[in-house]
């Protein structure tokens, strides 16, 4: 058996308004400290040029009126930076590749110097544990009774990815 106070991590998601990943509408992370979450936050993210792509809007209902006033990324990158990164270096996410590099490719555009970060994938775990025809985050959360919110709003799916990531390392024991 792990020991909670050894599970610390930040879960986080990102939601894009195009198909360029340094589109970036909306940040969620979850927060896990001591195998416990301690805190989920999102904030809506107004993307270069604040233009939508007609598929991005009809996966998570984001429109450029949502965040035409939102903060740009730098902004918002500054803000979970100040307050999380001090105490967290470890992210996870369900599809790494994706988050990772809409976190490289905003960090690119904003000519922002990013942290040495440690990167675990709740998706390939569960490929690796479990045998579900289907390893979305929405099914695998169906499947093992794990609370659900809204599926693509940034900070649900951090929180349902946390709340995986935590189940995958129980059940992997």
Same mark, same amino acid.
């Given at each position: 058996?792990?020991?909670?106070?050894?599970?610390?991590?930040? &879960?986080?998601?990102?939601?894009?308004?195009? +198909?360029?990943?340094?589109?970036?509408?909306?940040?969620?992370?979850?927060?896990?400290?001591?195998?416990?979450? &301690?805190?989920?936050? +999102?904030? %809506?993210?107004?993307?270069?040029?604040?233009? #939508?792509?007609?598929?991005?809007?009809?996966?998570?209902?984001?429109?450029?009126?949502?965040?035409?006033? &939102?903060?740009?990324?730098?902004?918002?990158?500054?803000?979970?930076?100040?307050?999380?990164?001090?105490?967290?270096?470890?992210?996870?996410?369900?599809?790494?590749?994706?988050?990772? +590099? =809409?976190?490289?490719?905003?960090?690119?555009?904003?000519?922002?110097?990013?942290?040495?970060?440690?990167?675990?994938?709740?998706?390939?775990?569960?490929?690796?544990? #479990?045998?579900?025809? =289907?390893? +979305?985050?929405? #099914? %695998? =959360?169906?499947?093992?009774?794990?609370?659900?919110?809204?599926?693509?709003? &940034?900070?649900?799916?951090?929180?349902?990815?946390?709340?995986?990531? %935590?189940?995958?390392?129980?059940?992997?024991?």
């Amino acid at each position: 058996m792990t020991d909670k106070s050894d599970i610390n991590f930040i &879960a986080i998601d990102f939601e894009t308004a195009t +198909s360029k990943r340094a589109s970036i509408c909306e940040v969620g992370i979850c927060v896990i400290r001591h195998g416990e979450i &301690a805190e989920t936050r +999102s904030w %809506l993210v107004r993307p270069e040029d604040n233009r #939508y792509q007609y598929w991005n809007i009809k996966v998570h209902g984001i429109r450029p009126h949502d965040t035409e006033d &939102a903060p740009d990324f730098r902004q918002v990158w500054e803000e979970i930076e100040r307050t999380y990164l001090d105490e967290f270096d470890t992210f996870v996410a369900h599809n790494v590749p994706f988050d990772r +590099s =809409c976190l490289h490719h905003s960090a690119e555009l904003y000519r922002i110097h990013l942290p040495e970060l440690k990167w675990i994938c709740s998706l390939q775990m569960a490929r690796r544990i #479990y045998s579900f025809g =289907c390893n +979305s985050l929405d #099914y %695998l =959360c169906e499947q093992l009774g794990i609370e659900q919110g809204t599926h693509h709003r &940034a900070g649900d799916d951090a929180e349902m990815c946390a709340r995986l990531y %935590l189940r995958e390392i129980n059940d992997k024991n």
